[in-house]
């Protein structure tokens, strides 16, 4: 019943993180023998997504920083406020992907319900901008445009590495994540 059911996951899980490791550890080998010149550290990655929530209510749920790791415990550890000036955010994020965990000073500038641009200041990171636009289709439902300025040092490469495909499905699981808050929060379902 539901113990084999577990197991299942759990064994899946297993398997996964396994390969997962397997691929990090041959990618930093493979990257590791490139010259310089040669290591993908740099790319650009536009994102396209439709979400069935309001663009305004979204928009402030994502700008809301300090709530990051209760609408995605998964990733972020805790998000510190450094400075709040105006539209302007400074933060300092530990997160953690794929068992990789960093600490990083972020900065968040925000265009009230049309844009917010993530800069990461530091780490292997450092210079990678994000940049997600909220466009509104009707009241309920929104056009979410992202391009990511990729600047990736050190364990990082290989997320230089992934197909586009992967950052889709990334980009789209955290957007659901939102969506489910916004709806929950403000009793929209």
Not at 77 to 92: A, F, Q
Not at 128 to 149: Q, V
Request: some cysteine; hydrophobic content about 40%.
């Amino acid at each position: 019943g539901i113990q084999l059911k577990e197991l299942k996951i759990m064994q899946t899980k297993h398997k996964f993180l396994l390969s997962f490791y397997v691929i990090i550890f041959c990618s930093l080998v493979i990257i590791a023998t490139f010259p310089d010149e040669l290591r993908p550290t740099e790319r650009t990655i536009e994102l396209n997504s439709v979400v069935s929530a309001n663009k305004i209510l979204l928009f402030n749920q994502i700008s809301d920083v300090e709530k990051y790791p209760m609408v995605l415990p998964d990733t972020f550890i805790s998000v510190d406020i450094l400075d709040k000036t105006n539209n302007s955010i400074k933060t300092l994020e530990t997160a953690k992907e794929m068992g990789i965990e960093q600490t990083l000073q972020i900065q968040h500038d925000l265009i009230p319900t049309d844009s917010h641009e993530i800069t990461i200041l530091n780490g292997d990171a450092k210079g990678t901008k994000i940049i997600i636009w909220f466009y509104e289709i009707d009241e309920n439902t929104t056009r979410i445009s992202a391009k990511l300025d990729l600047h990736l040092e050190g364990l990082l490469i290989p997320f230089g590495l992934l197909p586009e495909s992967n950052f889709q499905h990334a980009f789209d699981t955290i957007l659901d994540r939102f969506v489910e808050y916004v709806n929950i929060n403000y009793d929209l379902q």
